[in-house]
């Protein structure tokens, strides 16, 4: 028997933890991968729960990675941390000289502590460089601000943002940047809060939902989700699962859609297109059942606790024998930015 992995002195405690340690049946799981390694916290209780697991571990934050090299240490041997997109899961485990998994558990959206680093550009509660980008490379938020067309900015903060007022939002931008280059969170949460006003007691800032569709967009987040779902799916053994915990309505429709469909049920492309099964007028493949009927939600303790763990929801399902059929273009398109009418809804 190996050796168990000690407790962290202070650790961070992701959200809904006993739940996926419970939906992920670790017990007789040789190999696990925590494709959203963060702060550690699932992977280190999944090495714990069962002395004889190995878990590989994906991240594409650096500091992710540099953080983690502790836990790294302590597991002995049973913890391989790889800096990489959790999209491309399938490949970073084959990089890894494995083929299949027993387990992948995924936890989808920005992380506290990038949330907490002004440096990193994420929140508006401190000012700092606008950034958003979780692996540092690539064109940031303030090139997409300050270079994307009018229309592009509006679809982004309406479709991924969900803020109805996103034509005023992307006006407002447009105008902004006609006097200057907007370069940091404090310009932008001012340009947005003079066109949009939160709702009485909400005690949502009014900028909130246009910082996260421009987070959404900048690091590709729900194409990533998609993809990952689909490398889990062709990577997990028969009896295998796959639990995902997830933060707002984007990513839980296309976690409760991709599981709907892999189960045999119809999947809702969108508002604005049909529902419609893989494989129509054939029997689908059915490569998934479900293990938690409907969303697991944070308990009031939780909640209490830890605020943000307020929206988390928890999917989980576990692989059947059936082969993973060919991507779904359905869900594929949940990620996309749709042609969205212009209508007063987004004035």
């Known amino acids: 028997m190996r050796r168990p992995v000690p407790a962290a002195s202070a650790p961070h405690v992701p959200v809904l933890l006993d739940e996926v340690v419970a939906a992920l049946a670790l017990p007789g799981a040789q190999l696990t991968i925590d494709g959203t390694f963060g702060a550690g916290g699932y992977t280190r209780a999944i090495l714990a729960a069962d002395p004889d697991v190995r878990v590989v571990?994906?991240?594409?934050?650096?500091?992710?990675?540099?953080?983690?090299?502790?836990?790294?240490?302590?597991?002995?041997?049973?913890?391989?941390?790889?800096?990489?997109?959790?999209?491309?899961?399938?490949?970073?485990?084959?990089?890894?000289?494995?083929?299949?998994?027993?387990?992948?558990?995924?936890?989808?959206?920005?992380?506290?502590?990038?949330?907490?680093?002004?440096?990193?550009?994420?929140?508006?509660?401190?000012?700092g460089p606008l950034d958003m980008r979780m692996g540092g490379t690539g064109p940031s938020a303030a090139d997409l601000v300050n270079e994307a067309d009018e229309a592009v900015l509006a679809d982004i903060v309406f479709h991924y943002g969900e803020e109805r007022r996103s034509r005023a939002v992307a006006r407002a931008l447009i105008e902004a940047r006609r006097r200057g280059r907007i370069e940091?969170?404090?310009?932008?949460?001012?340009?947005?809060?003079?066109?949009?006003?939160?709702?009485?007691?909400?005690?949502?800032?009014?900028?909130?939902?246009?910082?996260?569709?421009?987070?959404?967009?900048?690091?590709?987040?729900?194409?990533?989700?998609?993809?990952?779902?689909?490398?889990?799916?062709?990577?997990?053994?028969?009896?295998?699962?796959?639990?995902?915990?997830?933060?707002?309505?984007?990513?839980?429709?296309?976690?409760?859609?991709?599981?709907?469909?892999?189960?045999?049920?119809?999947?809702?492309?969108?508002?604005?297109?049909?529902?419609?099964?893989?494989?129509?007028?054939?029997?689908?493949?059915?490569?998934?059942?479900?293990?938690?009927?409907?969303?697991?939600?944070?308990?009031d303790a939780e909640t209490a606790r830890n605020p943000r763990a307020r929206s988390a929801k928890l999917r989980a399902a576990e692989r059947t024998d059936a082969d993973a059929p060919e991507p779904l273009a359905a869900i594929q398109a949940l990620a996309a930015l749709p042609e969205v009418p212009r209508g007063g809804a987004r004035r």
């Not at 650096?62 to 990489?84: D, F, H, K, T, Y």
């Not at 409760?256 to 419609?276: D, E, I, L, M, N």
């Not at 494989?279 to 493949?285: L, Q, S, V, W, Y």
């Open 57 to 127: 571990a994906i991240d594409r934050d650096p500091a992710a990675i540099r953080g983690g090299a502790a836990l790294v240490a302590e597991a002995g041997g049973r913890l391989m941390l790889v800096s990489g997109c959790f999209g491309t899961l399938d490949e970073i485990l084959a990089g890894q000289g494995e083929a299949r998994a027993d387990r992948v558990v995924l936890d989808i959206g920005v992380s506290s502590m990038q949330i907490d680093q002004p440096e990193r550009g994420f929140s508006f509660r401190n000012d």
């Open 184 to 299: 940091t969170t404090a310009q932008l949460a001012e340009i947005v809060a003079g066109v949009v006003r939160s709702e009485p007691g909400s005690g949502i800032h009014p900028a909130t939902r246009t910082f996260q569709g421009l987070r959404i967009a900048v690091n590709d987040e729900l194409g990533e989700l998609v993809r990952a779902l689909h490398a889990a799916e062709r990577i997990l053994r028969p009896g295998g699962r796959l639990a995902v915990v997830t933060f707002h309505s984007l990513e839980d429709r296309i976690v409760k859609q991709f599981f709907s469909a892999r189960s045999g049920r119809a999947v809702q492309a969108s508002r604005h297109a049909p529902s419609a099964l893989p494989g129509a007028g054939e029997a689908a493949p059915r490569s998934f059942r479900p293990v938690t009927k409907g969303p697991v939600l944070p308990s």
